[in-house]
């Protein structure tokens, strides 16, 4: 009997607690498989997003539907996004983590500050100039909005 896909991810969950819980402290000795784990599942992510967007685009059909939906998919972005953010910094300021941890002082002149991304750049950033780039990077949005294009040219062919 074949177990479904979610069935499996829970006893895999269980018996990953059961191990920590028995292995302690040695079961950094088995952290190689989490890692893989975690790896193999980053890399889909992206053939994941490009398949299901192109294939969901060209099943629309016609352009005209398109727009419709695109703006339905860009305010459910938007909503979770923002859900994902309030859900956040609930907890940061609920549960407090670091709170009492000493960091030991660094040189400040060594710490490189980052500039947070203005709007332009952030519009900017979602038109990829190379699209295997962006998939290398990890950027998303741009992914979903090259997948968007392409879609929308093979229902044009």
Known sequence: MKLKIHTQILIAIGVGIVL????????????IIG?????????????????????GVVSIGHAGKL?????????????TTLLAVLVGLIL???IQPGAGVTVPAQDQAAAPTAEPPTFVSIITDIIPRNIIAAMSQDNVLAVIFFSLLFGVALTSV
């Open 35 to 55: 890692d893989l784990f975690i790896r193999l599942l980053r890399m889909i992510i992206i053939p994941l997003i490009v398949a299901s967007m192109i294939t």
């Open 67 to 79: 727009g419709r939906m695109g703006l339905r998919t860009l305010l459910y972005y938007m909503a």
């Open 20 to 31: 920590g819980v028995l292995l302690g402290p040695h079961a950094v000795h088995i952290k």
């Open 92 to 94: 940061v300021n609920v």
